[in-house]
């Protein structure tokens, strides 16, 4: 007999509820945060020991995120941060952890860099950078032991690491799947059959476009017992860049299991860093304007096309110049290449058709193929 109706409504709230918990989200990457910034400060007050610790991790902060975004060819250019206005810089900062005595404080802090003012500096030293996080990719950690690889869970080490890794200090947006049932066969049947699509099918229940399958392979274990060395293994498959690495590790003497496997992941996320910012780089130092006509069909399409010439990076300005009923005639600056500028633009929904010696852009609404 079925319940009562209330009863069957409160029973769907409770398991839609239960699905929104559970349901896989993109790590929240903030691209100008730095986290685990580690400080240790003696002075002559325990007051003005933190003082000088918190702008000590700021400035650290700073550092770490200006080489994390900058071409590695051009980090000589980057500014000493000891020189900067650190507060122009800093959107906030949260301690972490600490301690303190009467003359020492010694802590964790995450700083919050302001974007505009990062983007800012970068270009005013001609520094090319990446200033996006990368789009979602389904991150797939496999443990092979014994000769037989299998998706990592909840109750494994590796899985453990790329939860701790995912979002921290990183250009990629990583997902992790749930590692339920169905993921667990998939990773099964890719271990059979080496097909790509098999990946694909499970980026898509995600609602991503690409993976990555990040293999570890236990090939040695130490007197304790536990994994001594490993062989990683990357590929990435998907609308992505493609990357493919493979690197040996060894635990080190007094080293943890958790610091192994956590270093074997910040490995493995650095080759994920280092392929996006390899296709992603800006040169802010190439500028050029652009004259864009946009037909003014209704007010829907206008706000579309306004909010996506404001949230594209590479556009430093628009002007408006002629405005009628039919359409908007603009002027926009940006940095970087025309082919570049029209990627973007496609990627929130605009398409520009070269006209002459302008573009036409106009809003493409989901499954619009013309």
Avoid: C
């Avoid at 299998?150 to 899985?159: E, G, K, M």
């Amino acid at each position: 007999m079925m319940p009562p109706f209330p009863l069957r409504l409160l029973l769907l709230s409770a398991l839609l509820l239960v699905a929104a918990v559970l349901a896989p989200r993109a790590a929240t990457l903030d691209l100008y945060t730095e986290s685990g910034i580690e400080v240790d400060v003696t002075a002559a007050s325990a007051v003005e020991a933190n003082r000088i610790a918190i702008e000590r991790a700021q400035r650290l902060g700073l550092e770490r995120l200006l080489r994390r975004l900058a071409a590695a060819e051009d980090a000589a250019r980057l500014p000493a941060v000891d020189r900067l206005p650190i507060e122009r810089f800093v959107r906030g900062f949260t301690i972490d952890d600490e301690k303190r005595s009467a003359t020492r404080w010694l802590g964790t802090v995450t700083v919050h860099y302001r974007e505009d003012a990062i983007r800012a500096l970068l270009e005013q030293y001609g520094v090319a950078a990446v200033l996006e996080p990368s789009k979602p990719l389904l991150l797939l950690p496999m443990i092979e032991d014994g000769g037989k690889a299998r998706l990592a869970t909840d109750s494994d080490p590796w899985r453990a690491a790329w939860l701790a890794e995912a979002g921290r200090n990183s250009l990629v947006n990583l997902v992790l799947p749930l590692a339920d049932l169905s993921d667990i066969a998939t990773a099964a049947r890719y271990e059979e059959e080496a097909n790509p699509a098999l990946l694909l099918e499970m980026a898509g229940r995600y609602g991503v476009e690409a993976a990555a399958l990040v293999r570890a392979a236990i090939v040695e274990r130490g007197s304790d017992g536990l994994p001594a060395r490993l062989e990683l293994r990357l590929r990435s498959v998907g609308d992505w860049p493609s990357v493919e690495e493979q690197a040996s590790l060894v635990r080190e003497a007094e080293e943890s299991e958790e610091r192994f496997w956590r270093r074997a992941a910040t490995r493995a996320r650095g080759w994920l860093d280092a392929a996006w910012k390899r296709d992603n780089l800006l040169r802010t130092d190439v500028r050029g304007r652009l004259r864009m006509v946009v037909p003014l069909a209704d007010l829907a399409g206008w706000v579309q096309i306004r909010r996506g010439l404001e949230s594209v990076p590479e556009i430093r300005a628009v002007e408006i110049l002629r405005l009628s009923r039919e359409q908007a005639e603009l002027e926009v600056e940006f940095v970087g290449d025309t082919g570049r500028l029209e990627r973007r633009l496609s990627e929130r929904g605009l398409q520009s058709i070269p006209e002459g010696g302008s573009w036409r852009l106009r809003a493409v609404e989901a499954g619009d193929g013309r």
